[in-house]
């Protein structure tokens, strides 16, 4: 560490926001003696669908294990086709991967960094299975313009809890198997958790089963008719995410606060650098404000930014990485360099730079003023 930043004024990537009524809420079921499949699951359900606007919500543990469960649900299996993006958090895909299908990416465009509704249209084949949307950075994907296509659509709204589409449906609430994540840095927390939200009865029967071993709500306890999983949420953790939705708008508001501080402080930087920031909302679309992402100025080296911010004391990180360019992917798939250029290009210089609802505002003038002195002072990291 540098000699002036030291502990007492690290800022962190991310932070939660915990208090008493989470604490509170997770000793009430610790003392309830009911840890799991008791009265908090179903209560975090329901309140869940009904902020959505949605009939039905499963939560499970994790957004990668929603995302699994959703698209066994809606058919997807050997052999199969899903259309997705490139530019996601690996879950997107590797569980197209866990059903043995096939993810089938179109590129995303610059602005919103989601896929566009005529080419996922262009890449329909016979295979195709699912669309798989996803809502990157809370940045709601065009979910409306491929519905026509009349193909199962599973959206990734890990990110995009509390963002809304331009004819005003919040993002999951559509009908179509939604998943969303409870991960401690997403815009509400159980630790590790996630939720499907549907307006399909089948699709949540079918769900609720599978997170389950396979046993239907009204078998017994060690009956099974059909291969299942354990992809359960205890109810400690939906105790916590009980508390964590009474707090939600405030969180949100908290979030969206932040990025426009964060929006301000950072206009001369890009009128000066080329540093890119993230598209404002258009059209009555509404971002949820996920990440403080920041997109380097080009020729500048965005790894050798991250050493230097680390330097002084800010922590930040390359974000996203493009899901074809893994290793695994190009060996299984043949995905190579160059196929996804907004991808690529995103992938290339996207800075995550700290972010959290109780960020305050001399914080995010630190940042600031050190991705300036690395930018703009002598030795700034050319690619
Ligand atoms: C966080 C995240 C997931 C997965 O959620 P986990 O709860 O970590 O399994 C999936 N997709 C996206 C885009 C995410 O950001």
Redesign the pocket.
């Known amino acids: 560490m540098s000699g002036e930043a030291g502990e007492r004024d690290r800022i962190p990537l991310a932070q939660p926001v915990i208090g008493e009524a989470e604490e509170q809420a997770v000793l009430e079921v610790l003392r309830s003696g009911q840890l799991s499949l008791g009265p908090k699951l179903l209560a975090f359900e329901r309140r869940f669908a009904e902020r959505l606007g949605v009939d039905h919500a499963s939560a499970v543990s ?3 294990a929603g ?1 699994h469960l959703a698209l066994r649900a809606v058919g997807v299996g050997p052999g199969d086709e899903v259309i997705s993006s490139p530019f ?2 690996i ?2 895909s590797n569980t197209i991967l866990m059903q043995d299908a096939t993810p089938v990416f179109v590129d995303v465009e610059p602005d919103t960094l989601t896929i566009p509704a005529d080419a996922v249209a262009a890449a329909v084949t016979e295979r195709t299975a699912a669309l798989l949307p ?1 809502h ?1 950075f809370g940045q709601p994907a065009d979910v409306a313009g491929i519905e026509p296509l009349g193909l199962p659509i599973v959206e ?1 709204a ?2 995009a809890l509390g963002a809304v589409h331009a004819d005003g449906t919040p993002v999951g609430g559509r009908g179509h198997p939604a998943i969303f ?3 401690a840095n ?1 815009q509400l927390t159980t630790g ?1 958790g ?1 939720l499907v939200a549907t307006a399909d009865p089948a699709i949540k029967a079918t769900i609720d089963s599978e997170r389950n071993q396979g046993r239907a709500p009204d078998m017994q306890w060690l009956d099974h008719d059909r291969l299942g999983f354990n992809y359960r949420l205890s109810d400690i953790q939906c105790a916590l995410g009980l508390a964590q939705l009474d707090r939600l708008d405030g969180m949100l508001a908290d979030r969206a606060r932040v990025a426009a501080w964060y929006a301000e402080a950072l206009a001369d930087l890009v009128a000066r650098t080329g540093l890119e920031l993230l598209a404002p909302d258009a059209g009555g679309e509404r971002r949820s404000w996920f990440v403080y992402v920041v997109r380097v100025p080009r020729g500048v080296d965005r790894d050798a930014t991250i050493t230097a911010l680390a330097e002084r004391g800010i922590q930040t990180r390359p974000y996203l990485p493009a899901i074809h360019l893994f290793s695994f992917y190009r060996e299984r798939f043949g995905f190579r360099e160059g196929q996804f250029p907004v991808t690529e290009d995103a992938a290339a210089r996207g800075l995550s730079l700290p972010f959290f609802p109780a960020m305050t505002q001399d914080q995010v003038a630190r940042v600031v003023a050190e991705l300036t002195a690395v930018l703009t002072g002598d030795g700034a990291p050319a690619a």
């Open positions: 994790s957004g990668t995302l996601s958090f879950a997107s996803v990157i990734d890990a990110e994540a409870f991960y997403k590790e996630g």
